[in-house]
């Protein structure tokens, strides 16, 4: 039997289910990679560098070996056995350093021991003789004409680059994309109107409150791995690639995470533990401290140059963009960071004619990757502020600009690509009405929008399996990775809303690679539409084998049938799943299983353009202090578009999370670096968001056109409100009367600016 979504509303699907995952976390029973103990288990810890670039004189681990309850220390001597490069986009990075150092804080050496204490003392003991490089701290210093190189292997592509042919290295910069249309020069040259400007974007820290944690164990050709990791079919690949074993000798478990939002994407900590157990011939853990976790990975900072011409009736013609991101010593995701930067560049809007040259630059700093929204965030805010500023000169109101400019669903956004899949004229008009668009503004304080689009849904390959037992409960095995999102809560109700059962009878495992069925990833908003896609097909096999032993012991056909409550209805009469489970076995056992599969229709590459795009789109109302250049954020809204809401107080908690870390995106979080150094790597130095900067109101606005390619018309979110916010938050200070080009916008920062307008004459209260 089909059942349309208008048959079948009102039951799970659009419910805010309480998270199934909700007890056992706050009760502390929820178990974690760090709660674990595997029999025999040692205690890692990491030496690393204390210089940003170096040869490697010499290592001298004698004293550190001779210590009591160490069993072992590895370096890169111990790997001569195997290819120790890894790299899911590029294959340049060793499990530890080898001959050289790259960057403050890389693994030069690891040691096990009985006792945590043990370990940490057995660093001490380790001498690195090391002869200093001239370091690469900057973009500058690495655009620079001659300028050294910081990885000078040969760049070979990982097992999952999936952006096409890797390109010829050009000095640091280890990959380009570009993108162009249109006669770009022509069309400047006949502009009413041009708006350019250099930008500064910073690297920033992915901070969750479970760091980075990895137990190993070895035995022969059998590597098993408890791990914080958000791709484990990924990692277990990699591992495999790494120590020459079959996947399937690999085995991934994955409990709950403590947050990830991308600093768990791939491969991190795994190949250096699953070495380190290698080598001490017994299971090790290894669990990074907060300073550990932030040389570990970090979102890209990046340099912006960028111009916007559009006509003096506020037609928006053509946009140039450069921009170079510094993904650190090692590729990790950069080259992905850098080609979703570059799609993200145009913004949504109807251009005559666009060039993005985008670049990923290698520097001796700690390896950047994934962080929540990359490459949106990267660019919304530097595009939306030039079209606020096309806005300002022409004295246009910044909504109406908008509404002149942007697509409309079904338009295309770049040559090949996937269409427009969503109203974001409707979307930016809710969020600016949210915050008072249009009402009177006291002195000091200013609003601004922000529209854009993220490529989402990364590769769309995810299997599930569904198994109703003899009891009537149901288990779900599925790879998808619970960081906090509320996967396995969401996953319940598609299963209760296909079989006719609570979420409370529906059970969720946890990743485990040798069990749960195939996964890409826990990322790119994809885990509802991909993962749930695949859960909904499962799940709705299991609803037709009921639905055919019913219908055989009814004597009917199965379309007249329906399942709901715990069973199938035939007008009145009705069997449970329990009683339908018997009468197809003919005793109380048995099991139905169901197998769901999400493919992609043609290659899954990144060129034929994402699985959807997911709408970047925020307002806020922000004051700012003259006197301090402090920044008070009173208002945020941002559209959650995501085709349908499966459960809408999870999709609103996605998005007040993602509206706090744009804040602390947009005005005071910065790793600052001197000299390749790394300055603020501690919690004390590094400021997070907290309660406190909460704004005054905001306010989560879902939008539901059942226009999404997953479950019901359902699509990804929980990404966008963070490209938004940030853009948003930088319009509304312009707006204020304090336009900016860096970011974060920290009241000293503010201040000058505020100080350069009145040197200008240009500043107005």
Known sequence: MTQTFESIVGSQIG?????????????????????????????????????????????????????????????????????????????????????????????????????PAIAAAALDAIVVDYEDLPAIGTLDDALAEHAPLVNDRTSRPGLFHGLGELPTRQGNVCYRYRIDR??????????????????????????ALETHTVIAHVDGDEITLWATCQHPFLVRAEIADLFAVPIANVRVVVPYLGGGFGSKSYTKLEPLTVALARKAGRPVRIQNQVAESMVTTRRHGMRCRMRTAATVDGRLLARDVECFLDTGAYADNGPRVTATAGDAAPGPYRWSAYRVDAACVYTNTAPAGSYRAFGATHMQWIGESQVDEVARRLGLDPLELRRLNLLTPGEELRAGGKPLDADLIGDVEKVAAAIGWGEDKPPLVGRGVSVGLLAAGAHPVSSAVCRLEADGRVVVLVATTELGQGARTVFAQIVGEEIGVEPAQVVVRGADSRFTPYDRSTGASRSTTIAGLAVQRAAASIRAKLLETAATAFGVVPDGLEVRQGAVWDGERSLTHVEVMRTRFGFAGGELIGEGEVAPAGTGSYAEGPVFWEVCVGAAEVEVDPDTGFVHVRRTATVADVGRAINPQLVTRQDEGATLQGIGNALFEEMIFEDGLLLNDT???????????????????????????????????????????????????????????????????????????????????
């Not at 040692?42 to 940003?52: D, E, K, N």
């Not at 022509?186 to 910073?202: E, K, M, Q, S």
């Not at 306010?699 to 999404?708: K, S």
């Open 15 to 115: 419910r805010s289910q309480r998270r199934l995952d909700a007890e056992e976390k706050l009760r502390g029973r929820a178990e974690f990679v760090g709660d674990l103990v595997v029999p025999r288990m040692l205690h890692g810890r990491v030496l690393r560098s204390t210089v940003p670039h170096a040869l490697i004189r010499s290592i001298d681990a004698s004293a550190a070996e001779r210590l009591p309850g160490v069993v072992c220390v590895l370096t890169g001597a111990d790997l001569d056995d195997i290819d120790p490069y890894y790299g899911h986009a590029i294959k340049d990075r060793p499990i530890v350093a080898i001959e050289k150092v790259r960057f403050h804080g890389e693994p030069v050496a690891a040691v096990a021991a009985e006792t």
């Open 683 to 765: 919690l004390l130095d590094y400021r997070v968001p907290s309660f406190l900067d909460l704004p005054d109101e905001m306010t989560c606005v879902i939008v539901e056109n059942a226009d999404g390619p997953g479950p019901y018309g359902a699509k990804g979110c929980g990404e966008g409100a963070l490209a938004a916010v940030p853009a948003a938050i930088v319009n509304a200070l312009a707006d204020a009367g304090v336009p900016m080009a860096e970011l974060p916008l920290t009241p000293e920062r503010v201040w000058r600016r505020i100080q350069e307008l009145k040197k200008e004459d240009a500043w107005q209260t």
């Open 182 to 207: 249109g006669e770009l020069e022509a069309i400047f040259a006949r502009a009413d109107v041009v708006v350019d400007g250099d930008y500064t974007f910073p690297a920033v820290y992915q901070y």
